[in-house]
């Protein structure tokens, strides 16, 4: 491991996500890993937070390095011993964490949805290439080896013929309304709803079965949507996806209404047809092909010791080392491309439904 590449890490916040990147990228191993991470500071807004954060989390992995903790962003982001920062607050701080990281002269990691909406993500871009430093949306669903394998499958092998559909679904059983007002899941203003959240995913899904390229080099699908919206904040979102060049379609729709559907995605081809399952959508764990012409189901399953936030770190990782400021499995231009394709959906909005006890 030691000719690996190593990044310093700079977390910032001390919530849920931050706990499994950190505890995910401490492990010691995992398949395919290609770089070193080390957690060298971490930022709260409380530093009391960040100390018993860094006892939970940082500690039980026993690494040799230990972070420096700070009761804010800044002193991270100021840190001259930090080399990316990974951004892990609610949606609607991404923005401004990028910039204030980006304004630091620091690489970042951040976390989806990556902004608000496309015109965030653009002055986020903007201010990092005139800064020259790396920023990659944390789409780590993509990074996932059977990701690549499926990819590889689907568009090089041609495994299901011509692609027909893609029927993709992410479900959360939330009981929003009780949730409280400051909940991310509640406030409009931390980026509240199933689109941003989870059918950020459905879309990644549809996206990357139904073609190989990404970001200019793709197509941008005619899009068609409704919402279910309570309070402004989007319970479900039903997203058609419809490629010109090749009539494909894509059906990815979210709910915070209902438990997830297993399996959570279905490609369908003129050879069979593949499902993929996991105990979530973002992090797949096996899929099935089955042959049209009757043939015995093919079971493909796919190991791995945490979650899965190393494989994302170890790209950035080497993308760093390799000097570049974009990842090429999610270039900025993939961002905006879904960006896009999320304000025209909340643009059309759809159904607003009363909720008594909200
Ligand atoms: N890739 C994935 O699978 C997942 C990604 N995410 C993404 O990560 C982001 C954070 O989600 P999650 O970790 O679940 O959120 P949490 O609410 O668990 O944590 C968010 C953290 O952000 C900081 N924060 C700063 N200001 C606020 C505020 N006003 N309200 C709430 N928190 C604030 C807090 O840390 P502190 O006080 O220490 O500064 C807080 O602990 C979201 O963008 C989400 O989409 C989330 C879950 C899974
Ligand atoms: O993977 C996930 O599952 C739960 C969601 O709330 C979260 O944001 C998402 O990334």
Redesign the pocket.
């Known amino acids: 491991m030691a000719d690996l590449p190593t990044v310093r890490w700079g977390i910032i916040?001390?919530?849920?996500?931050?706990e499994?990147f950190v505890t995910d990228v401490l492990k010691p191993d995992w398949p395919e890993k290609r770089a070193n991470h080390t957690i060298q500071a971490i930022g709260?807004?409380?530093l009391e937070?960040?100390q018993k954060f860094a006892e939970k989390y940082v500690a039980p992995a026993k690494p040799t390095v230990q972070p420096t903790l700070y009761g804010s962003y800044q002193e991270v982001y100021d840190d001259a011993n930090v080399d990316c920062i990974y951004i892990?607050?609610?949606?609607g701080?991404?923005k401004k964490n990028c910039l204030d990281a980006i304004k630091a002269g620091k690489n970042v990691l951040c976390?989806?949805?990556f902004a608000l909406n496309a015109k965030e993500a653009e002055e986020v871009f903007t201010a990092a290439k005139e800064k020259g430093v790396f920023v990659m949306e944390?789409m780590?669903t993509r990074f996932f080896p059977l990701m690549k394998t499926l990819q590889k499958m689907l568009h090089e092998e041609k495994k299901l013929g011509t692609i027909y559909r893609t029927f993709s679904d992410f479900g959360l059983d939330f009981d929003i309304p009780n949730l409280p007002d400051?909940s991310?899941y509640k406030d409009p203003t931390?980026?509240a709803g199933s689109l941003l959240?989870i059918g950020i995913y459905t879309l990644t899904w549809g996206l990357t079965t139904l073609s190989d390229k990404v970001g200019d080099e793709a197509e941008e699908p005619e899009v068609a949507s409704t919402q279910s919206i309570a309070h402004g904040v989007d319970l479900s979102s039903q997203v058609l996806l419809h490629y010109r060049s090749t009539g494909r379609q894509g059906i990815c729709t979210s709910t915070t209404n209902e438990p997830q559907c297993k399996p959570f995605t279905r490609i369908e081809g003129s050879k069979g047809r593949i499902l993929v399952d996991a105990e979530a959508p973002?992090l797949p764990t096996r899929f099935t092909f089955y042959p049209k012409d009757g043939g015995k189901e093919e079971v493909y399953t796919f190991e791995s010791p945490g979650r899965g936030f190393y494989w994302e770190a170890d790209a950035v990782a080497l993308d760093l080392q390799a000097g570049r400021k974009q990842n090429a499995t999610m270039p900025w231009a993939e961002t905006m491309r879904v960006m896009r394709i999320m304000d025209g959906v909340r643009k059309r909005g759809g159904a607003r439904f009363p909720v008594d006890d909200w």
Do not use: V
């Not at 892990?88 to 949606?91: D, I, K, L, M, N």
């Open positions: 916040a001390t919530g849920m996500i931050c499994w709260s807004s409380s937070k960040c892990g607050t609610p949606h701080f991404h976390e989806k949805a944390a780590w400051d991310r931390l980026g959240d973002s």
